[in-house]
């Protein structure tokens, strides 16, 4: 789930574990998960999801 959003996102398959880093619930409820990856990455080929 987390491979397809990143791949939506930003244009990029993160290949390689993730790290869970933790949660923390905002205040209105909303659950926000935090996750690692080590890994090579080029910065000119991200891409933001069009609005």
Sequence with gaps: MLVKLM??????????ALLNLG???QRGGKLIKAFALEGDFDTA???????
Excluded: D, F, H
Aim: hydrophobic share 35%.
């Design 7 to 16: 791949m939506l996102e930003t244009g990029w398959e993160p290949k390689g």
């Design 45 to 51: 080929m991200l891409r933001s999801k069009p609005v």
């Design 23 to 25: 949660e923390l619930r």
